[in-house]
T-cell receptor
Framework: AQSVTQPDIHITVSEGASLELRCNYS??????LFWYVQSPGQGLQLLLK??????LVQGIKGFEAEFKRSQSSFNLRKPSVHWSDAAEYFC????????????FGTGTRLKVLA | ETGVTQSPTHLIKTRGQQVTLRCSSQ?????VSWYQQALGQGPQFIFQ???????GRGNFPPRFSGLQFPNYSSELNVNALELDDSALYLC???????????FGQGTRLTVV
């Protein structure tokens, strides 16, 4: 069955430090992969997506992610975190099984220290 | 181009009542999906509507039902509300049934 695992429930980093959020997925074929960000009480904003091609994808707000098929991973990175990046981050797999749907991980809550 | 809009933003219902949540899809999008996000969890797929027909359903009971209208807006109806239905309900629209989805801000439902 398809699944998405985000092993880190909470991460705390200092402003200006680098960030890596981990995501592992289980899916039989090449998945469509997404990272979303959610601020408290808000909906989901798409940061970036991977469908095919270059395995390093660039997104908004200075984020990037790398697809590694051999590790079934799609980790999100940012070289220098800003206080405004504090939010919850969700990794998702998009796939078709009768219908096209997303499976989300349980999220990683990012706290940024000034 | 307007994004996905949901109404209301918040509401409180009593156990056993019925509720209707509304979603206007993004311009040019003909597919709407609904997700339930319980506190501390990732969103879970409820169902999808494509061209006014239900096009797939997640693991939710029949008391969760929906509609899609000719203008591609959608409603989510939940009957016989239970306390565990308290969650953020997210609507997402997409250009077709198998392309990326864009999410609305959600409706926060509290069942007391």
């Amino acid at each position: 069955a398809q699944s998405v695992t985000q092993p880190d429930i909470h991460i705390t980093v200092s402003e200006g430090a680098s960030l890596e959020l981990r995501c592992n997925y289980s899916y039989g074929a090449t998945p469509y992969l997404f990272w979303y960000v959610q601020s408290p009480g808000q909906g989901l904003q798409l940061l970036l997506k991977y469908f095919s091609g270059d395995t390093l994808v660039q997104g908004i707000k200075g984020f990037e992610a790398e697809f590694k098929r051999s590790q079934s991973s799609f980790n999100l990175r940012k070289p220098s975190v800003h206080w405004s990046d504090a939010a919850e981050y969700f990794c998702a797999v998009g796939f078709t099984s009768g219908t096209y749907k997303y499976i989300f991980g349980t999220g990683t809550r990012l706290k940024v220290l000034a | 181009e307007t994004g996905v809009t949901q109404s209301p933003t918040h509401l409180i219902k009593t156990r056993g009542q019925q509720v209707t949540l509304r979603c206007s899809s993004q311009s040019g999008h003909n597919t709407v999906s609904w997700y339930q996000q319980a506190l501390g969890q990732g969103p879970q797929f409820i169902f999808q509507y494509y061209r006014e027909e239900e096009n797939g359903r997640g693991n939710f009971p029949p008391r969760f039902s929906g509609l899609q209208f000719p203008n591609y807006s959608s409603e989510l109806n939940v009957n016989a509300l239970e306390l565990d239905d308290s969650a953020l309900y997210l609507c997402a629209s997409s250009r077709t049934e198998n392309t990326e989805a864009f999410f609305g801000q959600g409706t926060r439902l509290t069942v007391v």
